[in-house]
């Protein structure tokens, strides 16, 4: 592996922090807040090559790898059912066309 592989990853939110402070993150303490940006037991955190991503939700980005769109929504899944965030209308209609693919 060359030397700047590393630079051409970046470590990123499933739940971008933006979207989770849409939906009920608002509320949270700081500590609470801090607790979730740096979360590794809930899938939270994973190293990205693709930025496109930024701090859309499924409604407006999927991973460009179908085969990946399950891992992705039920990792989204997850995170937000874990800190009890919202799911709105269109987010929830694209989980269930991703969750579609899973095997």
Known sequence: MPADAAAQFDIDHVVPLKEAW???A???T???RRAFANDLTHS???AVSNRSKA???PANWQPPLADYRCTYSRAWISVKH???L???PAERSALD???ATCA
Do not use: F, I, N, P
């Open 97 to 99: 066309g991703m969750l």
């Open 44 to 46: 939270q955190l994973v």
């Open 82 to 84: 874990a800190y009890g």
């Open 86 to 88: 919202t799911v709105d």
């Open 26 to 28: 608002a509320a949270w």
């Open 55 to 57: 701090e859309k939700d």
């Open 30 to 32: 700081t500590q609470d």
């Open 22 to 24: 849409r939906s009920g």
